[in-house]
């Protein structure tokens, strides 16, 4: 099993993995001042997206979307989403101590639980090799593909 | 300043909003990969076509808009349950069942090779998802 992602690469994972999680604080802190939007007000959603910690949050998530295509085009669904998940220990210590939510026990180990799963899963190769990928690498540069997988 | 909370909703609304965050994710996930797996490596064709070509490639291909669809929905969906269900709940669990979902939906659409090493993670996620509920 070969394991070559490039240091842009893991840049990209990065940010993926930040965007993410500072995204989805921001948008919390937002909706938190929005209020609760219920089926009966709805319309709520359009005040929600004017607000400027939604604004900012809905930016973060579009840099997350970016970087998250890009290493979509070299790397498996079922590697790149795990690889986010340290982003829930930075989204557990921007809940505690930003928004000041209670965190159990309970929580932080279920937390753990999800960061260590995870991490089986970035250990493993990023890639399935399919037919044609074969072909297309093949006609690659030498050291610009990202990741050559294979069965454990 | 002081942080006042609104979160009110009952375990099986909670759960709900939860699922559809999650099952539309996984639609959108899986699209969007799919698609960007027939779009090819985009840093190569960035290289090749520029910025300009890389975002044409991707914003051309029909399973690539339907995928953007259905992560809108679940965007949607997301800041419904914000509203009512606490970040450290809800960002996680969703997530997590994204994950779980999508290893389904990758072996089964994608023909990834989702091995012993992955459908592992899938429990320890599962039992992480099962702490986050208590």
């Not at chain 1, 070969?2 to 965007?19: C, D, F, N, S, W």
């Not at chain 2, 520029?50 to 992560?71: D, E, I, K, N």
């Not at chain 2, 450290?88 to 994204?98: E, R, V």
């Amino acid at each position: 099993m070969k394991h070559t992602l490039t240091p842009q690469r893991y840049l990209i994972l990065l940010a993926v993995m930040l965007t993410a999680s500072v995204g989805d604080t921001l948008l919390s802190h937002g909706m938190s001042q929005v209020g609760p939007v219920t089926l009966a007000h709805l319309g709520l959603l359009l005040v929600a997206i004017r607000n400027p910690w939604v604004i900012t949050g809905i930016l973060c998530l579009l840099g997350f979307f970016a970087s998250y295509l890009t290493a979509l085009s070299w790397a498996d669904l079922t590697f790149v989403l795990p690889s986010t998940a340290f982003g829930y220990i930075v989204v557990a210590f921007l809940a505690k101590f930003w928004l000041h939510e209670p965190i159990t026990p309970y929580r932080w180990a279920g937390i753990l639980l999800i960061v260590c799963g995870v991490g089986f899963v970035a250990n493993g190769p990023s890639l399935t090799p399919h037919e044609a990928q074969h072909a297309t690498e093949e006609t690659a540069p030498a050291g610009e593909g990202a990741v050559t997988g294979g069965t454990q | 300043m002081i942080y006042v909370s609104h979160i009110h909703a009952g375990p099986i609304e909670t759960w709900a909003t939860i699922l559809t965050v999650a099952a539309t994710a996984v639609a959108g996930d899986v699209l969007t990969a799919g698609a960007m797996r027939r779009i090819g490596d985009l840093d190569r064709i960035r290289a090749k076509s520029g910025l300009g070509g890389a975002v044409r490639a991707v914003t051309s291909s029909p399973m690539f808009l339907l995928g953007v669809l259905s992560m809108a929905a679940s965007f949607f969906s997301l800041l419904f349950t914000l509203s009512n269900v606490e970040l450290s709940l809800a960002a996680p669990a969703s997530a997590s069942l994204t994950f779980l979902g999508n290893a389904f939906a990758a072996k089964l659409f994608l023909k990834e090779n989702v091995d012993r090493r992955r459908w592992l993670a899938a429990l320890f996620v599962c039992a992480g998802v099962f702490l986050l509920a208590k």
